[in-house]
């Protein structure tokens, strides 16, 4: 069975890499990140856990809807009842933080971190087309085909690095995906928030588009924290300020809620990718090329955690 290389330990990476396994193929999975998840991203801060990617996510498709059961069966997941955009649906949330998921889906697997790959190459494998993928560590990897499912520009930047072929792929399609920044702040605090229960908190105004009480949403249970999430206007606009001003201008702008007597220290994280703007209509994009190549992720479909899901199960489903 043909050996696979799946680029990006997100739920798109590790959900194919997952399925793919379960067929019989051989697949490592490759991420230049310390830990597994990508953007369902959990940070311990003293005693206290904060989701500061994804905060929770909602069900539509039935192949979703079977996976999140078994993360409820497993207790994976839960249910944190705050109300959203999509308020006919339950959201869930990983048990112990949003990170819980992806490792729950990495679980023998042959995940490699802390390899960014910087270029593919087409070789040749004992007669039969291939891929070479090159890590900026100098390490190299070898597969029959190759799966990405990074961000859509950073999956562009990639394939124009490795000088294929412009026949090779749709780069137009690429590069119409489109995503909105997110600057997070994570603090830790002596006490409780003034958020009501469930303890989510979106004003109507100000750069703060969304704050979640970590303590009340159950996964912080021994020191209180919360997470700041900026609009994108606010995230784009000061993409690259000092991020411990940055921080300060959004915990302020959430004292109300956040009394800032009670935060006892904060960090900021800058995600250039966060929710989608513009997707890709199919799950995925295939490459013209004789050894398969398959780039997926959250850029394609209904996006978010859900589509990024259905994405790599369609990208198992094309290679099986
Ligand atoms: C702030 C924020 C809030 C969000 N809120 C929600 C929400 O409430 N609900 C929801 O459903 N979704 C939300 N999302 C979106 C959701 O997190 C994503 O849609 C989903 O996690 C994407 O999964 P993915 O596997 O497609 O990509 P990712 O999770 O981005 O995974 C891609 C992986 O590729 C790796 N990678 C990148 N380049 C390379 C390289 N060159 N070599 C090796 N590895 C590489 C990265 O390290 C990463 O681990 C949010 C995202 C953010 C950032």
Redesign the pocket.
Known sequence: MPSILS????????TAARKLMQKGHTVTV????RG?????ATRRIEQSRAD???????AHNPEFSAFVEELLLNSIAGIWPVSGPDDDRLPYIGRDGMSTIPKYLAQGLNVVTG????QLEKIDRAGTPGWRAI?DTGHTFEADQVLL???AP?ALT?LQDSNLDPTDIDLNALQAITYTP?I?VMAVLSGPTNIQKPGAYWPEQGPVAWVADNYQKGISPNQPSVTI?AGGAFSLAHFDDDLTTVGQTLLQAVASVVPPDRVVSFQVHR?R????ETRHPEPFLRAHTDAPLLV????FGP??????YL??LAMAEALG
């Not at 490759?30 to 990140?33: A, I, N, Q, S, V």
């Not at 597994?36 to 369902?40: E, H, T």
């Not at 390899?115 to 910087?118: A, C, D, K, S």
């Open positions: 680029i990006g330990a997100g739920i798109a990476g590790l490759l991420d230049k990140g597994v998840g990508g953007r369902m500061h990617g994804a905060q929770y996510f909602t390899e960014r790959v910087v890590a499912t990074m961000p950073q990639l997110c997070a999430q995600w990718y966060s929710l989608t997926g992720g959250d850029g996006g978010n955690v859900e589509g990024a994405s790599g």
